[in-house]
């Protein structure tokens, strides 16, 4: 099925330094919702975004709704080693308002 | 309050067994969805509840799975014959109300088909 492309894939990073991920896709979203996955778990809401141009946080997490609505950036401030996981964007498109469809994941790493 | 639950967390299946999948959504949670996670890739829509009615199933694989909500609530995934390509991770997400609305996930069912 439709996945969107994110990356990076994978992210190696040191504690405390910031985090910049995004989320591209060659269709128009009407919404985009930012999850993070920890092993043997499901996906945990973060941020979800409404409206073209949006930006939204949720304390060391910012995330934004893309312009031309075919994009969405999530950014990490000071990464603690509890930042560690897969961060899934995932989003509906304008004809699939049921049908949540989701992106590649960014693994981030995070050492102390 | 409490969040999305699901049962069992782990199902080993021989090639050919029915197997079900039990989700209880967030009490008063209006739509509920079921997704397939294979490893190493993100969730897959499956189906999709309003209350009790199936609106969209279009994301079933085959004719082998089939879903139901009869009361509006809890929702079983039932799968048929299992095959060995079915093993993934389930998910079982709800959200309060219909269309492009934030969903909440459990924690999934991991099926494994020997």
């Known amino acids: 099925g439709q996945q969107l492309n994110q990356s990076p894939q994978s992210m190696f990073i040191q504690e405390g330094e910031d985090v910049s991920m995004n989320c591209t896709s060659s269709?128009?979203?009407?919404?985009w919702l930012w999850y993070k996955q920890d092993p043997g778990e499901g996906p945990v809401l973060l941020i979800a975004l409404y409206k073209a141009g949006e930006l939204t946080s949720n304390g060391r997490l910012t995330a934004q709704f893309g312009i031309t609505r075919k994009d969405s950036f999530l950014n990490i401030s000071a990464s603690i080693p509890s930042d560690v996981g897969i961060y899934f964007c995932a989003g509906f498109t304008p004809i699939n308002t049921d049908k949540l469809i989701f992106g590649t994941g960014t693994r981030l790493q995070v050492f102390p | 309050g409490a969040g999305v639950s699901q049962s069992p967390r782990y199902k080993v299946a021989k090639r050919g067994q029915d197997v079900a999948l039990r989700c209880d959504p967030i009490?008063?949670?209006?739509?509920l969805f079921w997704y397939q996670q294979a490893l190493g890739q993100g969730p897959e829509f499956l189906t999709y509840f309003q209350n009790e009615a199936q609106l969209d199933k279009s994301g079933l694989p085959s004719d082998r799975f089939f879903a139901e909500r009869p009361e509006g609530s809890v929702s079983t995934l039932k799968i048929q014959r299992t095959q060995q390509e079915d093993s993934a991770v389930y998910l079982c997400?709800?959200?309060?109300?219909?269309?492009?609305?934030?969903?909440?996930f459990g924690p999934g069912t991991r099926l494994t088909v020997t």
């Open positions: 997400a709800s959200s309060l109300v219909g269309g492009p609305y934030e969903q909440y």
């Open positions: 009490s008063g949670h209006v739509s």
């Open positions: 269709s128009i979203f009407n919404t």
